[in-house]
């Protein structure tokens, strides 16, 4: 009977254990044993496999890291079921930093561990859209600024280059509808027809597309303000309060301001 149990801890210790040769264990066969053990119920098992895997050098798989990532943070919140534990969170918020899309395989996954994945990734989410204090502009403070046109919403979302781009073209089309429409003005006569000799049909031409094309600019401009104009203008004003300055073989010294 001793033998028999003998011969039985011996098997499960083969299972689970990893050789005897010191550093002959990869990575993969610990990640290995850490699902079996997960599997098992054995999260304390679990725990201590999957921390040897995010912690190996040799880890470059990112499909193995992030499913290590997963296994880890629900060992940690099985192991402690009765209290909340930050440790598997974090380590859902780390699997989200890498892939924020992770497909969770739900038919599988107990419902408990389903809600708690998808409550920290609705707050991972949340933080990435999130702005920080310091570097709101004054279109994300006051955001119906930005429909104003002739760069004004891009002035106030920190977007300086846009903002002059747009109030140049839009500049230059009104200025050539003026002028093409003085032109014009000048070709009448007193009764209101055209002078002999002239044809006014291509300067009124001229004068509709450059007012049609400031128009249509000065709504892809409101737009662009809304959209996509509101990040570049973040990063620009990060930029701003923290400059770097390089110092060659030193590195680089940073500044940081505050608003």
Do not use: C
Request: hydrophobic share 50%.
């Amino acid at each position: 009977m001793l033998l028999l149990v003998l011969s039985l801890s011996v098997a499960a210790d083969l299972v689970t254990a990893p050789a005897a040769a010191p550093g002959a264990v990869t990575w993969r066969e610990h990640l290995a044993a850490g699902e079996h053990a997960y599997d098992e119920y054995d999260f304390a098992g679990a725990i201590e496999r999957l921390l040897v895997v995010l912690g190996d050098p040799e880890l470059k798989d990112g499909a193995s890291r992030q499913r290590a990532r997963l296994l880890l943070a629900f060992s940690l919140r099985l192991a402690n079921p009765d209290q909340d534990v930050p440790q598997a969170a974090a380590e859902l918020q780390r699997l989200f930093a890498e892939n924020v899309d992770y497909e969770l395989d739900r038919g599988a996954t107990p419902p408990e561990l389903v809600h708690f994945f998808d409550s920290e990734r609705a707050k991972f989410v949340a933080a990435m859209n999130e702005v920080p204090a310091e570097a709101r502009t004054t279109g994300d403070k006051h955001p119906w600024t930005r429909i104003f046109p002739g760069g004004i919403g891009h002035f106030l979302n920190h977007d300086y280059a846009a903002g002059g781009a747009f109030l140049g073209l839009e500049l230059a089309l009104v200025a050539t509808n003026v002028a093409v429409g003085v032109v014009w003005w000048r070709l009448r006569q007193a009764d209101g027809f055209f002078f002999n000799d002239t044809n006014p049909m291509p300067l009124q031409v001229v004068m509709n597309v450059a007012a049609f094309a400031a128009i249509g600019l000065a709504v892809i401009e409101i737009i662009d303000a809304f959209v996509w104009s509101p990040a570049r203008g973040r990063k620009a004003l990060a930029k701003t309060l923290h400059p770097e300055v390089k110092l060659g073989a030193l590195g680089a010294f940073r500044f940081s301001f505050g608003m």
